[in-house]
């Protein structure tokens, strides 16, 4: 998710930069793979019932059930693949839990034909809560955009990097587990890193979790997504990934400029966060082009909730009621359609 809407400048050398690790895919391995995967479309998923992803994986508030019929809505439009983003802290609680837990969860998108992008970490923070903390969470403060939203591992993990081990711990007993397992199709290492003025704080961690996921040597390519003009940045993701991933909430033709640079890189390209309906980053405009492009696409999100993503990023409760267009989303949250004109679109993309 984005704070500001912006067309990337992206005009960055193809040869090797600072940093790059042994044991990336070549362009040749990576393309094959997307060859023989096809067209990749779905969503950014949380369970409505979740205010944040610590919420999702936690033991007072896993909802199988819940996501169950929420994958099968999914299903039911053609979509095969969800990103989600993990919980180090919920790790760190349990490890045996949690790695059992996401096992579950693979297995329940397994039943709807859906592959997973899981995510280690994410910078972003919408509210006051920059370290997560496993149990209850708060319920939503409505007019709040994400206003629980909880960064993993969270900033203060971040910065001190005498933390650092334990989240070496942890990625790679996740990699360990899963690392030859089909139904997990990307790897995502990070989530819009530098994100929450945290700046080049975040670049150390970044730099490891490539060089710990490159140990682990999983049978799935690795990516973290491109997501704003910063050169040092963008030098690190795109040196090392896989897989080319960005996020794009712009217009058509903002979308249109960011896939023509992206390619200039020779490896296949996705986008793992796009649609922004006041921005004009909608599904009638973004899909048939990403599907055209052969550009994967996960767009956020499925059913709306106690995130609040419907509303605009920086909504705040001064400003209720809100009657513009929903930001995110397709499905409120008794499941009725948001659009049946999207839906329909989606369900044609996708063959249904």
């Not at 933390?163 to 819009?192: A, C, G, M, S």
Request: net charge neutral; with cysteine.
């Amino acid at each position: 998710m984005k704070k500001l809407i912006m067309i990337l400048c992206l005009c960055l050398p193809l040869m090797t930069g600072v940093f790059a690790q042994d044991g990336r895919w070549t362009a040749e391995k990576a393309n094959r793979w997307y060859g023989d995967s096809g067209w990749f479309n779905g969503v950014n998923y949380i369970p409505s019932d979740a205010i944040n992803y610590t919420a999702m994986w936690d033991k007072t508030s896993f909802n199988p059930k819940l996501i169950d019929r929420e994958l099968a809505l999914a299903e039911a439009l053609g979509f095969n693949c969800v990103r989600v983003v993990l919980q180090h802290a919920v790790y760190a609680d349990d490890p045996k839990y949690f790695l059992k837990t996401l096992d579950k969860f693979l297995a329940i998108c397994d039943r709807h034909h859906i592959r997973v992008m899981p995510c280690f970490f994410d910078d972003c923070v919408f509210g006051v809560n920059t370290d997560p903390v496993v149990g209850r969470q708060p319920e939503p403060l409505i007019g709040w955009y994400a206003w629980a939203w909880s960064p993993s591992p969270g900033h203060t993990m971040v910065i001190d990097e005498r933390y650092h081990p334990q989240l070496e711990t942890y990625v790679k007993d996740v990699l360990r587990k899963f690392r030859d397992d089909r139904r997990i199709f990307l790897w995502d290492l990070y989530n819009e890193p530098t994100n929450s003025n945290l700046g080049s704080h975040s670049l150390p961690l970044l730099k490891k979790v490539f060089a710990w996921a490159r140990e682990i040597n999983p049978a799935q390519p690795l990516t973290v997504a491109v997501w704003n003009g910063n050169k040092d940045l963008n030098s690190i993701i795109l040196d090392n990934s896989d897989i080319i991933s960005y996020h794009c909430y712009s217009p058509k033709d903002g979308m249109q400029e960011q896939i023509t640079e992206l390619k200039r890189h020779g490896r296949p390209v996705l986008c793992s966060e796009w649609m922004n309906r006041p921005s004009k980053s909608t599904i009638e405009d973004i899909m048939p082009l990403l599907k055209t492009e052969n550009v994967g696409a996960i767009l956020w999100g499925l059913v709306n909730g106690k995130t609040q993503t419907n509303l605009p990023w920086g909504f705040r409760p001064a400003n209720l009621p809100h009657t513009g267009q929903w930001q995110h989303d397709l499905f409120h949250g008794d499941f009725t359609p948001y659009s049946e004109s999207e839906l329909t679109l989606i369900k044609q993309l996708n063959g249904k």
